[in-house]
Structure formats: structure tokens, C-alpha cells
């Protein structure tokens, strides 16, 4: 039976006033297994002293620089019957008195939802001291958007909103807590609002998992407590969608909003810089004759501009 959201963490441990994560090698990342690569963070244990694999950095796919956080169905793993934990987590490594407020932003790419044969994929904010979730944020199995907190009688639960969610497209997150009450936006529109767990706590942990239905994801542009970039993303960030990718033949793009699609061109480049193909009608481009590799799509309207990671099989 499909699903149990209100879950109970696993020990862990750590907030700075101002922190961001976009997986860049700047800040540490490279394309591999996560845990490990910088400091404080880590994937799932495995049970026996070790860290799962598979959980990956990854320049595949990305809303902001060149690489995210790629949280993966795990084909050696079950079904988490009890709640997400497949995937990565941070503890920070200074507490925030949650009590005083916070924002949160990131991104989500998700590949699938499709009713019970899905994953519940969830960005959770922790007091991991203290052994339990302040919120939970879910895109769900079903295409809803969700997070868990207290009623009025403050008793635990899944808090309604107006959110769905489309696969194969960007989404961007942003959550405000002014110390009394979350709110909720979703692409810059509020879908819900409500109480956390507890108020009181600290915040110290972060964690992007799943529960291993189906499905994978992306995470990315991770930003807490950084206000005015949250504002500046929530209010501008506008992100096409290209898919499949990898593709084989045809390749489908999904213009961001703020782009003119009666102006907008499509250049596809090899990694040497050599344009190899150009498109006037971008819903569909057809890649068949590209020799197999990684290519490089500029998808522009004479204002706007975004780039995209293909690889052709």
C-alpha cells in the first residue's frame, strides 16, 4: 500500500547563517557517487557500517551551472515501505534556532510519477538531535506537491496544496518560515501554508531521498537562508525542458514561459564548438543523422538564452 509520508529519521548530525549547494566543482563536486566528496555530506548508510552507491553528482542534467545532484532508482534496494531514504544527506555544521526563521529554495527534475508505481521523492529539513522532520517536501507519486507539518490541534500531518508537478521539467521550490508559519510556493506561486512540527528546534540536517518505487530525479540550486537570490530565482528563473535525453532520435523541448517561441532557434553544437545542426521549429528536433556523443543545444529568442547538455545514443 502506497505511502507512508510522516516517516521517522535515522541517527545523523549539523547551519550556517547563509548557505548554498548547485553541486558545482567549485564548490567540491565532481560527477561520481556523492558521499564523501565534500565535507558533510553523505549517502544513505547501507546497514553495515558503509554508504550505498549510485547516489551521483552529475553533469548530465543541471538548472544552474553545469552539474546536480542525480537521486536514482536503486534496483538492488526494496521498496522503502516506511518512508524515502535512498539518496543524500548534510548536516550542517552549525545549528540555526529554527524559531527565528529561515527561507529555502532549490530545484527539482523528476522523470515519472505514475499513481502506486512511483517514488515520493523529498527534500527533508531535520532537527537530527532531537531524532525528528520539522517539514518534509514531496513531490509525490501522483504529481502533487506536498509537506508535512501540525494542524491546529497539532497533531502531524500532510499539509493540502494546490501544487502538481510535471516530469521531465525543472520546477523551483520555495519555502519561508517567519516563526510561526511555513509558506509554500511553487514556480513563484504560494500553494499552501502551515505550521512545522516544531517551531522550537534547531535545524541542522538536510536530506534529498526517495522511497524507491520508480523514477528518478534531479536536485539542484539548493539555497537557504540566501534571500535575495531566492526572491531573484523565485521571481525570474524560467527553465526549458529538453527531453529524452539521452535520445535517439527525435528530442522534445518544452520552452520555459518567458521565451518567444515564434523567435526562438535551436543550434546544435559537438563538443569541439562545430555547429552540426539548427532547428527553426523547436518542439521537436530531429537528431537521428547526429553521430553518437555529447552535444551541446543553444535555444535562444534573440533575448533569452539557455544551454543544454544532449547526449545522442
Given at each position: 500500500m502506497k505511502k507512508v509520508l510522516l516517516s521517522?529519521?535515522?541517527?545523523?548530525?549539523?547551519?550556517?547563517?547563509?548557505?548554498?549547494?548547485?553541486?558545482?566543482?567549485?564548490?567540491?563536486?565532481?560527477?561520481?557517487?556523492?558521499n564523501g566528496q565534500v565535507e558533510n555530506w553523505y549517502a544513505t548508510p547501507d546497514g553495515a557500517g558503509g554508504f550505498i552507491e549510485g547516489q551521483l553528482v552529475t553533469d548530465e542534467l543541471a538548472s544552474d551551472g553545469s552539474q546536480s545532484f542525480y537521486n536514482p532508482h536503486m534496483d538492488v534496494y526494496p521498496i522503502q515501505e516506511d518512508g524515502p531514504i535512498i539518496g543524500a544527506m548534510y548536516d550542517f555544521p552549525e545549528v540555526i534556532p529554527f524559531a527565528s526563521g529561515f527561507t529555502l529554495s532549490y530545484d527539482f527534475y523528476g522523470t515519472e510519477w505514475n499513481a502506486q508505481n512511483s517514488s515520493d521523492f523529498m527534500f527533508g529539513l531535520a532537527d537530527i538531535a532531537a531524532g525528528f522532520y520539522i517539514t518534509q517536501i514531496y513531490f509525490s507519486y501522483d504529481g502533487t506537491v506536498l509537506f508535512t507539518g501540525l494542524d491546529e490541534m497539532g497533531q502531524g500531518q500532510v499539509h493540502p496544496t494546490t501544487g502538481t508537478w510535471t516530469t521531465n521539467t525543472w520546477h523551483n521550490i520555495r519555502l519561508e518560515y517567519d516563526g510561526l508559519s511555513m509558506s509554500l510556493y511553487l514556480d513563484n506561486e504560494l500553494i499552501s501554508s502551515g505550521a512545522p512540527f516544531d517551531g522550537g528546534s534547531n535545524l541542522d540536517h538536510i536530506r534529498l531521498v526517495h522511497d524507491n518505487y520508480g523514477g528518478d530525479a534531479y536536485f539542484d540550486n539548493i539555497r537557504i537562508n540566501d534571500t535575495a537570490s531566492t526572491n531573484d530565482i523565485a521571481s525570474t528563473k524560467s527553465v526549458s525542458a529538453v527531453y529524452p535525453n539521452p535520445a535517439k532520435d527525435v528530442v522534445n523541448i518544452k520552452l520555459a514561459n518567458d521565451f518567444n517561441a515564434a523567435k526562438t532557434l535551436v543550434t546544435v553544437t559537438n563538443v569541439s564548438g562545430k555547429k552540426v545542426a539548427s532547428f527553426d521549429s523547436v518542439n521537436k528536433v530531429n537528431v537521428a543523422n547526429?553521430?553518437?556523443?555529447?552535444?551541446?543545444l543553444t535555444i535562444t529568442d534573440g533575448t533569452k538564452t539557455e544551454t543544454k547538455k544532449l547526449i545522442k545514443k
Open positions: 521517522l529519521l535515522v541517527a545523523g548530525t549539523g547551519l550556517l547563517s547563509a548557505q548554498t549547494f548547485s553541486f558545482e566543482q567549485s564548490e567540491g563536486f565532481f560527477p561520481g557517487n556523492i547526429l553521430p553518437a556523443g555529447v552535444y551541446i
